[in-house]
Structures are given as C-alpha cells and as structure tokens.
C-alpha cells in the first residue's frame, strides 16, 4: 500500500513513529556508544598528564587503573537500571563524565593548583565510570528489544564503542587541530555528555515486536559500520604520510561525522515500512466479542524479587538459559570461570593498549606515531567486536559452535601480539597493535553474549556490570603490579649506568626492549593459562550450546504471531473458533514457559511481518 505522506498530519504521523522505534533507538545507541570509550584514548593523552604532572611510570599506570575501574565497576550503573528507565543512568553518566574530565583538563592546563595523585585517581575514576552508564542503558535496552539477535547486536553496539578512539581523534582535529592534547581531554569532557543528554527520552525498552528482515537490517548497519572503519583507516595512512592543514582536518572530521550518521537512512526506510503496515492493517476491535481481545491473551510475567528468599535456594540455581537471580550467578561456578577467564583475557590486552605510548617511545617510534597505533588499536578494536558478535552467532545458528569456545581461540591469538611487543620485532608494534586491538574487541561481545545466555536476561543489567568487574582486577594486576613497576626499575637501572638520578618532580624514562619485555612474557603466561579456563567452561556446556537456546523466545514468537493474523482476518465463525483455538495454544505455551519473562522486562514478544 502507498501510503500517502503528503500532508502535515502524515509527516508528523511518520516523525513520531521514526523517532519513537525500535530502529531509531538502535541508531541513537550507536552515537552514544562512539563516543563513550575515552578511556581507550588514554594513550593519547597519558603523556601530557605525565609531563604537566611530573609522574613516574608507575603513578601513571595506576591512573590508568583507576580510569579502567571506574570504566568497568557498573555495578551501580546496573542496579539503577533495573529500577529505573534507562534516561536516569544516560542522565547519571553524563554528568560524572563531564565533572571528571573537566577536573582532569584544569589540573593539566594549571588553572587550579596541582591536585595530590589520590585526587587524579578520584577525578579519572569518575570520569571513566560516566562509561558504564552510558554503556549500561543503551546495550543492555537493545538486547531486551532484539533478544535472538543479542550476538549481532552486543557486536554492533561494541563495535561503535570500539571504533571512538579513532573517530573522537578525528573530531580533535577537526575541533582543536591536533596540537594541544589538553584540548582533547575538554572535548572527552563535553561531548559524551551531550551526546548522552541529546537521546534521553530515546533509549528505552520498547514492545518486541520481531520483523522477519530484522537479521539484514542489521548486515546493512555492520555494512555501513565497515565504510566508516574503512575510511578511517584510509584516514590514518594518509595523515601518516602527509601533514594536514586545519581545513584538511575540518573536513576529514566532517566526513567522519557523514558516515557516522548514514544508518539513519535505513533507519528512515525501516520505520516509513512499519508505518506503512500499521496504516493497512484492520482494527482489531472487530474481532468477535465472544473470544478473548488481543490485549488479554498476552503472556503474563510475574517479577521475583533480585534475591532470593531461601539460601538454599541460591546454591540450587534454575538450569543454563533461564532466569538466575543475582546470588545464583556470582556464586555459580560458570561465572567464576567466566571471570577468571577475562582477568587474564582482557586484563593483558589492555595494558598493552594504555602502555602503547611507552611501548612506542621505548622501542625507538616516533611520537608522532603514537596516534596511529592508538588509531590502529581503535579500528581493529571495532572489527574484533562485530566479527565475534556476527561470526559467533552464525555459527552458533548454523553448526551449534559454543561461544565460549570462540572466547578460548581469541585469547590464544592474543598471545601472538604480547610475543611480538616482548621481542621488539621491527616494525612489529604496527601488528601487534593490530592482532591486540582485534583480540581485545573480540572478547567483549562473547563475555557480555554468554553471561545472557547462561545466566538470562532478567537480571541483565546488573550480571553484565558484574563480569566486567574482573577487567580493573586484571589490570591492576598485570598493568600497575606488573608493567609500571618492571618499566620503572629497568629505568632507574638505566639512569644508574649513566651515573645519572632523577630529578625531584621529573619523569622517569626507560628506552629499549628491556623496558617492556619481561612484562609481556608474563602477560603471555597469563593469556595462556587463561585459554586453559576458558576451556573448562567450553566442556562444562558444551551440552547447553548444542540444545536450541532461544527455543523459548520463538515458542512465544509464533502463539504472539498466530494472535495478531487472527485479529485481523474476517470476523466470521470459522475465525472465531480458531480464536479459541489460540487461545488454548497460548495458555499452554504460558504453562510450558513456566510464566518466564519473555524479553527480561516482562513485555510481549511478538513477531511483524514487512
């Protein structure tokens, strides 16, 4: 049917319903993802905090642990998001992220006195923690909203939250110019937040209402995604070969920000189908009155309550794939895996990342080449996230492939990066900023995707925040304990030998591969005892990954999908009974879902047809 879209009343008719779906959400998710990673961009400007501040090695590793902690305990994050609409944590993160970096900017521009280290760490630690918001609302609604597609939409979601660091330096130069790495410390204050602030009353749990093309829809997001990675990339060559003017960065930036906004075309295209659709179809309130209306064959939901009542109960958790309470998944043994595993996972590969600067001064690179690696690190990162995200949920449709065994593989390729940077292979940092970014990525989706597969989605909001909890541990570890502190003795060694001592208030340096090569032969160690972990998980549910583990969804799915073609079939006799009919059929898939929540937020999942 052609609608007609001519007149004032069908424009603003087809605005509300653009700015009011699903896919509308999904697009304002990605902006705020984008922007909501600055604690990847910590290798940008660590060193100007260093200098300005006269830290060692070892005190800027620990801001760079605060800043991760901060970035990763969202406990709180998620326990607000479980009882509160999602713009209250969007509001919440705002306004840390710009108190904290706007802190952080001052300190270094000397408009306030010099702060003492533990105030740096409060300021970063704030700022960064702003992430977790912003991340909390935005992922965890999408999920809730498209619960087959989670893999595919935890990759996306991940993915423009990986590839910030590259598009937040093109935005500083477009902006600033490129020259004060101060300036890029006031941009991460101001627009996070106001890109935060600009989609409040958008991100929220919405009616799942399943389109058959939804899976395509999203192949021309990861497609659109790509062209933005791609061009990035082309970017970063370029600008390493050629020294741009102000004008030339202007534009670059506002290149960027085209392609950045080009899924709001398929968004528009999405939303005009379903406008159209909802136009065409007959009221249900024709119906007969003598079977039930659509609104009462609805699958009820009844809330538990966050812990439960008996203790025995939380050492007795539901099977693999239903709903666990908070108790039942901490103390689960699956969990504790999960957690170990990413300890030693995550926590390598971002001490690789924040320590890219030192890595690059130390083995002889150009500071100039630090924002490239920084770049490379940024793009790889977004690709290891779309592709675990859309690989793993292929071949877990198609060949049941578990996800935790694709989490065992990445952590071994990891490895390969860690050797190259402890061997100081020439050229090498250029790979291993390459193989690290995309290992890094990659671990998140598949985290994030198995805790809501195993544990459920009801309490998704605060089990997401609760496994990231494991990365502050990992790198406080292997960055603070380990790296800053190997860095910094092998630097003292070094001034010893030239029969040098290091000046009150003055930076400590260390050149060579000394620097950082028993570190990351440690780190390898690590990485590997954390494949062996992860491996256990692979055999403790191999059996669950093979059963069909979104059963429960369609089960639901199709009794919705029967309700809505009767609601808007002819009212005669024969469509009466088969009314009836679904109502029986709905009232036993209540009965065999054992009233679950269907989408964690008790809504209806229903199934739409383009």
Request: proline share 3%.
């Amino acid at each position: 049917m052609a609608a007609d879209i001519g007149s004032w009343k069908e424009m603003r008719s087809l605005t509300g319903q653009i700015l009011s779906g699903r896919w509308f959400m999904v697009f304002a998710s990605f902006l705020i993802m984008s922007t909501a990673g600055a604690t990847y961009m910590f290798g940008l400007y660590s060193n100007v905090i260093k200098t300005s501040l006269g830290y060692d090695q070892t005190t800027l590793n620990l801001l760079s642990f605060f800043a991760e902690m901060g970035a990763n305990i969202g406990v709180l994050a998620g326990l607000i998001n479980e009882v509160t609409p999602p713009w209250v944590v969007l509001v919440i993160g705002g306004v840390m992220n710009l108190g904290g970096y706007l802190m952080i900017w001052l300190s270094v521009k000397g408009n306030i006195s010099r702060p003492q280290v533990w105030q740096m760490c409060l300021y970063i630690c704030l700022g960064a923690n702003s992430e977790s918001f912003a991340n909390t609302g935005p992922l965890v609604s999408c999920v809730k909203n498209f619960p087959e597609r989670r893999g595919v939409v935890l990759g996306l979601l991940k993915g423009f939250m990986g590839l910030c660091g590259a598009i937040m330096t093109q935005i500083y130069y477009g902006v600033y110019g490129g020259d004060d790495p101060r300036a890029l410390i006031l941009l991460i204050a101001w627009l996070p937040t106001v890109t935060s602030f600009a989609f409040v009353r958008t991100i929220r749990l919405i009616k799942v209402v399943q389109q058959s093309n939804e899976l395509k829809v999203f192949y021309n997001f990861l497609y659109m995604s790509l062209v933005l990675a791609g061009f990035l990339m082309i970017l970063i060559i370029v600008q390493k070969q050629f020294q741009f003017n102000r004008a030339e960065y202007v534009v670059s930036a506002a290149a960027v920000l085209i392609l950045l906004s080009l899924p709001l075309v398929i968004v528009i295209k999405e939303e005009i189908v379903i406008w159209r659709n909802k136009r065409s179809q007959p009221s249900s309130s024709s119906s007969s009155s003598s079977a039930s209306s659509p609104s009462q064959l609805k699958v009820r939901v009844e809330k538990s309550a966050l812990t439960s009542s008996s203790l025995a109960s939380v050492f007795r958790p539901p099977n693999r794939g239903e709903d666990y309470t908070i108790l039942q998944a901490v103390v689960s043994l699956d969990m504790l895996i999960l957690f170990t595993a990413t300890i030693c996972g995550v926590g390598g590969t971002l001490t690789a990342i924040h320590n890219l600067g030192q890595i690059g001064l130390s083995l002889g690179y150009p500071s100039r080449n630090t924002s490239t690696f920084v770049s490379l690190v940024s793009i790889w990162n977004y690709l290891g996230r779309v592709v675990a995200g859309f690989v793993s949920e292929i071949l877990l449709k198609k060949y049941k492939f578990p996800r935790p065994l694709m989490l065992t593989l990445i952590l071994l390729l990891s490895c390969v990066g860690h050797l190259l940077i402890a061997f100081g292979v020439s050229n090498g940092l250029y790979f291993a900023s390459v193989i690290i970014g995309f290992c890094f990525g990659a671990q998140w989706p598949l985290l994030f995707a198995i805790i809501s597969e195993i544990f459920g989605l009801k309490y998704y909001s605060t089990l997401y925040n609760i496994g990231a909890l494991a990365i502050p541990i990992g790198l406080y570890v292997l960055n603070v304990r380990v790296a800053g502190h190997l860095y910094d003795k092998e630097a003292r060694k070094q001034l010893a030998a030239l029969g040098q001592t290091r000046a009150a208030g003055e930076g400590l340096n260390c050149t060579g591969v000394e620097c950082y090569k028993l570190t990351f032969l440690i780190i390898t160690a690590v990485a590997l005892f954390g494949c062996a972990i992860s491996f256990i998980l692979v055999l403790r549910t191999r059996k669950f990954y093979q059963s069909d583990i979104y059963s429960k969804f369609r089960e639901v799915g199709v009794a919705a999908e029967t309700e809505m073609d009767l609601a808007s079939s002819d009212n005669d006799g024969p469509a009466t009974i088969s009314m009836a009919q679904t109502a029986t059929t709905i009232s036993k898939t209540e009965e065999e879902s054992e009233e679950r929540e269907v989408n964690g937020n008790g809504g209806i999942y229903m199934i739409q047809k383009n």
